[in-house]
């Protein structure tokens, strides 16, 4: 499949999981990509897989911290000038810390939103002007289950992507007649470095019988990186054109 032939993509988060799957793709399916993350090492795997796959000649990567504005306004006009220009942003980057909210502490907090929401709208101011003269621009952005059902301990998590999703129903409607898509991305227990470590980033006496919506439906186990990928392939190609300003969950059905 070659929908994203000459298509123009700038991905954070692309040095594993969700981020490094969405990279693959969409250069299998004939797109240019700048792959951004903070992981330098994460990085090199990204490429050495897309190498693998014969498509390293089209990607490009760079190091960036999406929760600092000085890495961000510096990174981004980089990619958008390597890329020739931008036709879509995927922001696939994030972190989850758990806590008991009452010992929540604000550092933790604001390491959440920072990263999650901060940096999501950081990238998305940046790479406004180069999506819009694109005139076919696209944003994908990544909120969550837990910004819409009941995940315990996620308090900062789930506060930053119910923020990433009313941003993106913003976005939508205010650069709608200027050709610019917004869609959130609400995956729910996939099997990436954030659920398989999840047991490290919750309360030690976490009370598992709270997390009944995180098991899929559908299929055996969680669904993988590459469910989503392609997703966000879709969407970012002529065929998601009339998508935006919405939701698409891919959970397996966990939520229903």
Same mark, same amino acid.
């Given at each position: 499949?070659s929908?994203?032939i000459?298509r123009?993509?700038?991905i954070t +988060?692309?040095?594993?999981?969700? +981020?490094q ?8 399916? +004939?797109a ?7 992981a330098e ?6 490429? *050495? $897989?897309a190498?693998?796959q ?8 760079r190091?960036l ?9 510096t990174v981004?006009p980089?990619a958008?000038s390597?890329?020739g220009? $931008?036709d879509?942003?995927?922001?696939a ?5 758990g806590?008991?909210?009452?010992d929540c502490? $604000?550092e933790l907090w604001?390491r959440v939103i920072g ?17 819009l003269?694109?005139g ?10 837990s910004a819409?059902?009941a ?5 900062a998590y789930?506060?930053?992507?119910g923020?990433i999703a009313?941003?993106?129903h ?9 050709g610019l898509r *917004?869609v959130?991305i609400?995956?729910g227990g996939?099997?990436?470095?954030i659920?398989t470590?999840i047991?490290?980033?919750v309360?030690e006496d ?5 997390f009944?919506k995180?098991?899929a439906?559908?299929g055996?186990?969680?669904p ?5 990928a +392609?997703?966000i392939?879709?969407l970012?190609?002529d065929?998601?054109?009339f998508i ?7 959970d397996?059905?966990a939520?229903?």
């Amino acid at each position: 499949m070659s929908r994203l032939i000459d298509r123009r993509i700038l991905i954070t +988060g692309a040095a594993s999981g969700i +981020g490094q799957a969405t990279t693959l793709r969409l250069l299998a399916e +004939g797109a240019r990509v700048v792959a951004a993350d903070l992981a330098e090492d994460g990085l090199k795997d990204t490429v *050495a $897989l897309a190498t693998e796959q014969g498509t390293a000649d089209r990607l490009i990567t760079r190091t960036l911290d999406i929760a600092d504005e000085n890495s961000v306004v510096t990174v981004v006009p980089a990619a958008v000038s390597a890329l020739g220009g $931008l036709d879509a942003l995927v922001n696939a980057a994030g972190i989850l810390r758990g806590a008991h909210t009452h010992d929540c502490s $604000l550092e933790l907090w604001n390491r959440v939103i920072g990263v999650n929401l901060t940096g999501t709208f950081l990238m998305t101011r940046a790479a406004l002007p180069a999506l819009l003269e694109s005139g076919r621009g696209v944003v994908v952005n990544f909120s969550s289950t837990s910004a819409f059902y009941a995940h315990p301990f996620m308090a900062a998590y789930s506060a930053s992507k119910g923020g990433i999703a009313s941003f993106t129903h913003s976005l939508a409607l205010e650069y709608s007649k200027q050709g610019l898509r *917004a869609v959130n991305i609400v995956p729910g227990g996939i099997s990436s470095g954030i659920t398989t470590n999840i047991g490290s980033l919750v309360p030690e006496d976490t009370d598992w019988s709270l997390f009944g919506k995180l098991t899929a439906a559908i299929g055996t186990g969680l669904p993988g990186p590459e469910n989503v990928a +392609g997703v966000i392939a879709m969407l970012v190609s002529d065929d998601g054109a009339f998508i935006t300003g919405t939701e698409i969950r891919i959970d397996g059905g966990a939520h229903m």
